[in-house]
């Protein structure tokens, strides 16, 4: 087996690692803030922080799309089985494609709604959308079935992470880890 020693950059980790926090927040923050019978007050912190802390990570993930684009991975290991690169390489388009879809489901259910999004209000933003249930609900059961998608295929990906950190050792782990590497 050999053992690679070349990584990501010091700009993916990082945005790696911020997005990978951020999305571990918003998912139990999202889940527990739809509960019926919460305390208004919580319920209420936890949607401004679930709506607020989803546009900031937008940015991130259309960052770290343009920073992608710019930089390709270093190269995986020449021993690694061919079905293990695909599935890599399938997991990561998924959580990329996902990472888009949640936010922007998110800000039109939102949005299509004309409720508040605090951040963005402050700013002036308009609501950049005409009032609209059906495109409200629409949004609204896209966002439910990624936050789903997203749950199970984050798993995965923690998953074949955490093998290769603990029991296969064989670098890959310390390809994104630590942030500053
Ligand atoms: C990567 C970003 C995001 C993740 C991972 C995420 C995750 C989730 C999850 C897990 C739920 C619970 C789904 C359920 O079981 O009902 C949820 C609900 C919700 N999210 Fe997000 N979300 C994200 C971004 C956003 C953004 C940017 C907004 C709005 C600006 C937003 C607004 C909402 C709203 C309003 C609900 C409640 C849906 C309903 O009406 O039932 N989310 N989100």
Redesign the pocket.
């Known amino acids: 087996m050999s053992l690679i020693t070349e990584g990501y950059r010091s700009p993916a980790r990082w945005l790696h690692w911020i ?1 990978a926090v ?2 571990l927040l ?6 527990i ?2 509960q019926q019978g919460l305390p208004r007050p919580l319920q209420d912190t936890l ?1 401004i922080f ?6 900031i ?2 940015l991130l ?1 259309v960052l770290r799309l343009i920073y992608r684009w710019r930089h390709k991975p270093p190269p995986l290991p020449d021993d690694m089985p061919v079905w293990q690169s695909q599935a890599a390489g399938l997991t990561h388009l998924a959580l990329y494609a ?2 888009v879809l ?10 299509a709604d004309h ?1 508040p ?1 605090e951040g ?1 209000d402050a700013l002036g933003m308009g609501t950049l959308m005409p009032k609209s249930e059906i495109l ?1 609900a629409t949004a ?1 059961a896209v ?2 079935i ?3 998608l ?2 199970a295929i984050l798993a995965l990906h923690i998953a074949a992470a955490l093998q290769h950190a603990l029991l296969r050792r064989d670098g890959i782990w310390s390809r994104m880890w630590p942030p500053n590497g």
Not at 26 to 31: R, Y
Not at 102 to 109: Q, T
């Open positions: 997005t951020l999305v918003m998912i139990p923050a999202g889940l803030m739809v949607f679930h709506k607020n802390t989803g546009v990570l937008f993930i996902l990472l949640m936010p922007v489901s998110g800000y039109i259910r939102v949005r409720f999004i963005l409200a609204q966002h439910v990624c936050a789903f997203l749950i």
